[in-house]
């Protein structure tokens, strides 16, 4: 803790957050490698799924450490959500230069996560805008539709695999355009307060 009372920046949830996103150009560069001009490679997929894992994993951990703790940082709180947005938007992005998500899904997604993050930073001058049970659904269902569309199971289980990731990409999406409007409207009618701002 610094000397004049406050949470120094300098602690393990914030180095998480920083992991979280130096592990990104190791995802993404896995899975490209995985798919490539035709030339799918197992080994590269699996090591792109744990990179992923790994790296959602530590956005929880990085949170419980931080509450439990009394660790909660400025840093943490603007860090910790955009991590997440590079993290799933490079999951996205990538998975539609490969072919395997349809572009116009990554697009709306993107518009989305980075429209309302970009409001809630500029916000920040006068609110911290709460964080919504809707919102966390939707962290979940992104997460489940990307771990699963890159799992490279379908070879062996069938093709219903890829469906239950396509249901998910749907349902994520619903989702997230739902609670993006939502966080438009509660700009212009919450109160201020503070609060997490945890997406």
Do not use: H
Not at 13 to 21: D, E, S, V, Y
Not at 97 to 126: D, S
Not at 135 to 152: N, R, S, W
Not at 154 to 161: E, N
């Amino acid at each position: 803790m610094a000397a004049n009372g406050q949470v120094s920046s300098w602690n393990l949830p914030n180095a998480l957050t920083t992991l979280r996103i130096l592990l990104i150009p190791f995802f993404i560069w896995a899975l490209w490698e995985s798919g490539t001009f035709g030339q799918d490679s197992m080994a590269a997929r699996w090591i792109a799924v744990a990179i992923f894992a790994v790296a959602m994993y530590t956005d929880k951990l990085d949170g419980d450490i931080a509450r439990a703790r009394g660790l909660v940082t400025n840093f943490g709180k603007i860090a910790d959500p955009i991590a997440d947005k590079f993290l799933t938007g490079a999951a996205w992005i990538t998975m539609s230069l490969l072919g395997e998500i349809w572009w116009w899904i990554t697009i709306v997604i993107l518009l989305r996560e980075w429209g309302i993050t970009v409001m809630r930073l500029i916000m920040l001058r006068t609110r911290v805008m709460p964080a919504s049970r809707g919102g966390k659904i939707k962290t979940v269902l992104q997460t489940a539709a990307i771990l699963v569309l890159l799992l490279p199971l379908a070879t062996f289980v069938g093709q219903w695999w890829l469906w239950c990731g396509w249901i998910l990409v749907i349902l994520a999406l619903i989702v997230t355009i739902i609670t993006g409007l939502d966080y438009v409207i509660k700009a212009f009618r919450a109160p201020k307060e503070q609060s997490s701002v945890d997406e």
